[in-house]
């Protein structure tokens, strides 16, 4: 079975740090781009960050750059987000996803991986950020 799997979430005061991790199976990770997205309730999902099948291009959003940092691990077949200095405004479902001819999209503030392009999604991680 072909999946993508999110773990890591959780439950911190602002200012901590979270390490979300996405690990697949059934299908090696290394050979596509990976995509971090989140949905907070009531909103739309938005691109968090990205990174290329080699792991020499991340792209983050505007929001979280100098904040987050993504990683592959191509040992270990996983692609992690490391998120520090979490913010109220950081709190929703957090997924992976996985695509092979991923798009970018440059705006005025940001250039973040285009979601429709990404073919393989998990089923999220909750990260809540509350006082």
């Known amino acids: 079975q072909l999946q993508l799997v999110e773990s890591g979430g959780g439950s911190v005061p602002p200012g901590e740090s979270l390490r979300l991790s996405c690990k697949a199976s059934g299908f090696n990770l290394n050979r596509y781009v990976i995509g971090w997205f989140r949905q907070a309730p009531g909103k739309e999902r938005e691109g968090v960050s990205c990174v290329t099948a080699s792991g020499n291009i991340r792209l983050y959003a505007a929001a979280v750059k100098g904040r987050f940092t993504i990683s592959r691990d191509f040992v270990q077949n996983t692609v992690d987000l490391e998120m520090s200095a979490l913010k109220p405004e950081d709190t929703a479902v957090y997924y992976c996803?996985?695509?092979?001819?991923?798009?970018?999209?440059?705006?005025?503030?940001?250039?973040?991986?285009?979601?429709?392009?990404?073919?393989?999604w998990g089923q999220g991680t909750q990260v809540t950020v509350s006082s």
């Open positions: 996803a996985a695509g092979e001819n991923v798009r970018q999209l440059v705006t005025d503030l940001q250039t973040m991986c285009i979601d429709a392009d990404f073919s393989r």
